[in-house]
Structures are given as C-alpha cells and as structure tokens.
C-alpha cells in the first residue's frame, strides 16, 4: 500500500535514466494513448523518451529532473528548464516546468502538491520568479490541478505528438517563497 509520507523527493542523476524513460513513456501513454493515434503517439515516445534522451536531460545543467519514491518505486517526476517562453509569456525571469507526471496509483495522496512546492524551490534556485508550462487544450484533469495550485492561462501554443498538431494551453504561476517546514526539507540532493 502507497504511503504518501514515506515518499521522498530528490535530484535526478544520470544512473536513473533507464528507469525515467520506462516511466516517463509508460505515464504519457497512459494519459494521452487513447486520443492520439498510435502511429503519432509511438512516433512521439520514440523522440521524447529513451535512455539517451533522459540521459541528456539529466546530465544538462539547465534541467533538473525531480524524483518521488516511495521505497524502490518511482511514483512521479517532474522537470524544471531554463528555456525561452514563447512570445505570449512576458514574464520577469520565467522557467518552464516542462514535465510533471504521477503514476495513476499515486495521484489523490499528496505527492502532487509536495513535488509542485519542489518545483517551486527548484525555479527558485534558477533564479526564477515565474513558471510557465504548456498543458494540452483537452486534459481538463492537468489544468485543473494547475489551476488550483496558481496557475492561470495565458494563452496557446502548438505542441506535436508525431505528425498530429495540437493545442496547448499556456499557464503561469508566481514562484512561491519558500516554506519553513519538513516539507521543505524533503528534497535530497544526489547522492
């Protein structure tokens, strides 16, 4: 059984590589699979995730790749770049939350808001003041999650999954200051 208590939040490095790409395909698929078709969603997942691409991400020095586990078993990430916004976000030192993924089995149970304060942190540490993040048009679940923890929409841009254009919606937060707490304390370092 899932305790959310136990999950513990750290930095990526590039030995987790393998098992970020199996999960990061595995989550996108799940979410996504159903509405894209097959030969635009294998095109995509074959481009965005491998163990050469999670490798780059990983070892580059403006990404930083964020893990929950719980004991042995990944439960979420999320990814946090130093990458130009599109036109539309004028913003005062904006970073992008580029990827923020739970596994189905953890979501409900906290670790959504306890890695979004780490994403916060994490933007913090960049220097940033604002997140931005594109999340697809139809994926009412991921903008309301969005939405409730401060983000508002600021427009659209095209996001691809294979040859298949797509509209995302354009969100931003405020980076929060930091909380004096446990919490706070919950992210670690690699080792």
């Known amino acids: 059984m899932l305790n959310p208590e136990s999950a513990k939040i750290r930095v990526g490095v590039e030995a987790d590589a393998p098992e970020l790409a199996a999960f990061a395909a595995r989550t996108f698929e799940e979410t996504f699979g159903a509405d894209n078709r097959p030969d ?13 691409q999670q490798s780059k991400e990983l070892l580059d020095p403006d990404i930083t790749t964020l893990l929950v586990h719980d004991a042995t078993t990944l439960l979420a990430f999320a990814q946090v770049r130093r990458n130009d916004p599109p036109p539309c976000i004028i913003l005062d030192r904006p970073i992008e939350l580029h990827r923020f993924y739970v ?34 048009e139809r994926n009412p679940r991921g903008i309301a999650f969005y939405e409730k923890v401060g983000f508002t929409d600021e427009g ?32 670690q370092q690699p080792r």
Not at 40 to 48: E, I, S
């Open 40 to 52: 635009d969603m294998r095109a995509h997942l074959t481009m965005a995730f491998g163990v050469a």
């Open 103 to 136: 596994d189905r089995p953890a979501q409900g149970k906290g670790i959504a808001q306890r890695l979004m304060q780490a994403v916060h942190d994490t933007a913090r540490r960049f220097g940033g003041k604002h997140l931005w993040l594109g999340v697809w």
């Open 156 to 187: 659209s841009h095209d996001f691809y999954v294979g040859q298949d254009r797509q509209t995302d919606r354009l969100l931003v937060a405020c980076v929060s200051p930091p909380i004096p707490s446990r919490r706070s304390r919950s992210l």
